[in-house]
């Protein structure tokens, strides 16, 4: 109930926003037409109605099934066991929504009358640009640089866009599903 | 005798200096390095350097089947794999669109308070070594030592145990178990007051967490803390109030929380929690629903393309997965909403101004767990 009422008054402040075709199940989703709508929508989130928490921001990469053959080391041959067969690029599914793009997740919370909504944006898969939410909440600098080290999405107005959980030598980004390793000074 | 004057301030040569903590110190609990810049005692700016520990396990669960995902999850906050593996399961549920039977949410329930106790035992005794107190250690982890005996007798292993599975738990519990259990809480109840003599009121202690390391409500929801660091600073932020899973809309508990957000109360907050998850065990035990503990789960899960968010109140904070499918027998992407990853990043903020030796002080009370950071 609560659900609908504050889904409608966000669509009512921003008619360009619509309900999100896929939705995140029993939560309220809306689609962002474009990454221009971002840090308006934001901003009036938390100044307006009150969400003051931002729970999660991610990505995903859509382009298809991952290619596993990219990442997986070949395995030491066991003297006793058949040598394990290589594995197989998984075949794409009917009825997924694959595209040349990522899709950025962003879920706000608020305490009072607790509801949790979420946001998505989709950005191209050449060059992935979005707005740094790092100005409106702090906790969105850790989280963006996280999704910049995983999938190579830029953040304009990031105070600090380094990577964060892998080497600073790694080259590419391993959570896009074309990730190919390339080999370093820890494979010798 | 030297009659020389003492050189005044100004003439005294001053230099920043560069402290390495961790990345192998006990007080960081695994693998972290804070790059500190100090001046004399005071921390003048930190740098907090993760993902020593980073196993790409997001990317893992993409090539992994939903089942072995749980494995898993176990690895991430491995001090609390049960709260893990209930949300993931979770997650996957409502991508399924199934419901655990009535046992086994019970549990379930069961299962994460007794993690719980399990896991804020570890921060017990670990934060009082690390503000220089030994013996509470040792108290924390006898106590812990009857949970993981709880915890093998239903899943075989004591720490990573994968035993909530989609769409229930894997194994019943006996009537030993649930004896065991009450025996337990009888004896831990005395006990809590015991750490509050022990370690919380000591004045020394007092004095090592109070008015340190100070987070204010608004700066705390700004930074995504959650758990016991969020709540320790006002606000009564519980998923299991707000987003009752499982069925904790039917337990007695009071969410706890403290005004002042310093170690002290990031502390204590943990200590009055136990004393909650006690009361929703005894009611969880005393109303232990019959039937059966597996709903009706495919051999193979496949569900249809979507998404789904779960989220649960671990013993650190919210933790939540996302996972997205589509309709492929993996996950097509993964992601965990890791409480310490978020609980840490306040670190460069709270450290700044800081004495050197609060340091410690303030890194214990956020209670971290570098598997969950760095995932």
């Known amino acids: ?188 | 005798m030297n009659t020389a004057p003492a050189p005044s301030r100004s003439e005294l040569k001053t230099d920043q200096l560069f402290v390495n903590l961790g990345p192998q110190h006990p007080s960081t609990h695994g693998v972290l390095r804070v790059g500190l810049t100090i001046e004399g005692e005071i921390i003048v700016k930190a740098e907090p350097d993760i993902g020593y520990l980073h196993r790409g396990i997001e990317k893992l669960c993409e090539t992994r089947s939903y089942g072995q995902c749980i494995v898993l999850s176990d690895r991430l906050d491995y001090c609390s794999a049960m709260t893990n593996n209930l949300a993931f399961c979770l997650a996957a549920e409502k991508l399924l669109g199934v419901h655990a039977p009535q046992r086994a949410d019970a549990l379930r329930v069961a299962m994460c308070e007794l993690q719980r106790i399990a896991s804020h035992l570890i921060l017990l005794g670990t934060y009082g070594i690390d503000i220089g107190a030994f013996t509470p250690f040792l108290y924390a982890f006898r106590e812990r030592e009857m949970v993981m005996d709880l915890f093998e007798m239903v899943s075989g292993a004591r720490l990573t145990y994968n035993y909530i599975r989609i769409g229930g738990v894997r194994a019943d519990v006996d009537a030993q178990w649930v004896a065991r259990t009450r025996e337990f809480l009888e004896y831990f109840k005395p006990r809590l007051d015991e750490y509050d003599t022990l370690l919380s009121y000591n004045p020394i202690f007092i004095d090592r967490t109070r008015g340190v390391g100070v987070i204010s409500a608004e700066k705390a929801a700004d930074y995504g803390l959650s758990g016991p660091n969020l709540r320790a600073s006002g606000p009564a932020y519980d998923a299991r109030r707000a987003e009752p899973h499982c069925g904790y809309e039917k337990y007695p508990f009071d969410v706890i929380t403290a005004e002042s957000g310093d170690c002290w109360d990031r502390y204590h907050c943990r200590v009055r929690e136990m004393r909650q998850s006690v009361r929703i065990l005894e009611a969880v035990l005393d109303g232990l629903p019959g039937g059966e503990i597996l709903a009706k789960v495919p051999k193979i899960v496949k569900p249809a393309p979507g998404e789904s968010y779960a989220h649960v109140e671990g013993a650190r904070g919210d933790l939540g997965v996302y996972l997205v499918s589509d309709g492929g027998p993996n996950p097509f992407r993964a992601h965990v909403r890791a409480p310490s990853f978020l609980n840490l990043s306040i670190l460069q903020e709270i450290f700044l101004g800081q004495r050197m030796a609060d340091a410690i002080a303030i890194l214990g009370s956020l209670d971290i767990v570098l598997g969950e950071v760095d995932r």
């Open chain 1, 1 to 188: 109930m609560t659900n609908e009422r504050v889904t409608a008054q966000i669509l009512a402040q921003f008619p360009q926003l619509e309900k999100d075709p896929s939705p995140v199940k029993d939560y309220p989703t809306l689609r962002l037409p474009d990454a221009a709508s971002l840090l308006p929508v934001i901003s009036h989130l938390k100044d307006s109605l009150g969400f003051s928490y931002l729970d999660m921001v991610t990505a995903v990469d859509w382009k298809g099934p991952v290619d596993p053959a990219g990442y997986v080391r070949e395995e030491r041959a066991h003297p006793f066991q058949a040598k394990p067969a290589a594995a197989a690029a998984a075949k794409p599914l009917p009825g997924a929504p694959y595209r040349d793009a990522f899709t950025l997740v962003y879920a706000l919370s608020r305490f009072a009358n607790p509801l949790k909504i979420f946001l998505k944006l989709d950005v191209p898969r050449e060059q992935p640009r979005a707005a740094s939410l790092a100005r409106i909440f702090r906790t969105a600098d850790w989280q963006e640089r996280e999704v910049f080290d995983l999938f190579g999405i830029f953040f304009d107005g990031h105070p600090d866009l380094r990577r964060i959980l892998t080497l600073e030598s790694l080259q590419g980004h391993p959570l896009r599903k074309d990730y190919a390793h390339a080999e370093d000074r820890f494979d010798r």
